[in-house]
């Protein structure tokens, strides 16, 4: 019987805002690791997920959405991530809504280097009819040369050993880049601001100020045990009462929702503490961007 020999790649997720990248590539892991919530523009910067199974290696780098109507340094280097994404990679998947594909896919698919295998993948199917979801991919096949079109729910986990498998035939044959056991690049610093990041989005909702960043200022592990001193950065001092809360309840509940994900990521005890700090304009000061990780 012949051996299958072991392919090893890297896939790019990219897309509009809010479409399930996130939530894909966590469900591609089968475990959390990115961010998600129902906010455009959780994600800022990409992180790599990686799959390994007997036969392959999976790769995947899960990217800011893309969007052209913001402008402004911390836009700018959010667009830049997406680049620096499909510099190299062996599969560009383009996650679309089920049922939409408007200017701003078409935008994006222009950005994807020629020659490399181009997937449509169609999220959210759970939100739509069989019948009316056909249509809608016969039509989206005709937007560019797509190598597979994979209907998937992230959500649900529908259709994603289909995805794998799919993928799995564009990727290379080559040993694993990445150690069997390897989760993903980042390190616990950028996972631990994440986490913040994340319960910022999911517990202020619609009073989120876009302009609110996380800075990790210590970050210390002593016998198993992981001390994590975070600023949360505003861009103006009226937004520190609406991360606080009345008598600081607001605050206490974002930070104990991230603890407990970061314990379970981490798999150990966590001690953090969290503080707001007022930094005006940050998101349009390149330098400060750079100090908070946006390269
Ligand atoms: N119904 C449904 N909702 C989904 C599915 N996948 C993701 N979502 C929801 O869509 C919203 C956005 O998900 P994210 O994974 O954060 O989207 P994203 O594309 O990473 O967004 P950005 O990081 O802002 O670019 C969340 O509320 C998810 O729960 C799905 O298959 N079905
Ligand atoms: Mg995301």
């Not at 966590?26 to 455009?40: D, E, R």
């Not at 383009?94 to 939409?100: D, G, P, Q, T």
């Not at 994440?194 to 800075?215: A, N, Q």
Request: glycine share 10%.
């Amino acid at each position: 019987m012949a051996v299958e020999p072991f392919r090893c790649g890297a896939i790019a997720l990219i897309g509009r805002p809010n479409v399930g990248k996130s939530t894909l590539l966590n469900a591609l892991l089968g475990q959390k690791l990115s961010i998600t919530s129902h906010k455009p523009q959780t994600t800022r910067q990409s992180l790599r997920g990686v799959l390994t199974t007997g036969t392959a290696q999976f790769v995947i780098i899960d990217t800011p959405g893309f969007q052209t109507r913001y402008r402004g340094a911390l836009n700018r280097a959010m667009n830049r991530a997406i680049r620096g994404a499909l510099e190299a990679v062996d599969v560009v998947a383009l996650v679309v809504e089920a049922k939409r594909f408007g200017a701003e896919d078409r935008a994006l698919l222009k950005q994807v280097p020629r020659g490399v295998p181009l997937f449509l993948v169609v999220n959210k199917i759970d939100t739509t009819e069989p019948a009316s979801l056909l249509p809608f991919l016969k039509k989206a096949a005709s937007e560019a040369q797509f190598d597979e079109i994979v209907p998937v729910s992230a959500s649900r986990g529908k259709g994603l050993e289909e995805l794998l498998g799919a993928l799995k035939r564009h990727l290379p044959e080559q040993p694993a880049i990445h150690s069997g056991d390897d989760l993903t690049d980042r390190n616990e610093r950028f996972l631990a601001a994440e986490f913040l990041r994340e319960k910022l989005f999911r517990l202020l909702g619609e009073e989120l100020p876009y302009s609110t960043g996380v800075e990790i200022e210590k970050f210390e592990e002593e016998r198993g045990m992981r001390r994590i001193h975070a600023a949360i950065v505003v861009g103006r001092e009226g937004h520190k009462a609406i991360i606080i809360g009345s008598g600081g309840s607001k605050l206490k509940r974002i930070a104990t929702a991230a603890r407990l994900d970061m314990e379970t990521l981490f798999g150990g005890k966590v001690y953090l503490e969290v503080w707001v700090k007022v930094r005006s304009g940050w998101t349009d000061d390149e330098a400060a961007l750079r100090r908070m990780g946006y390269g």
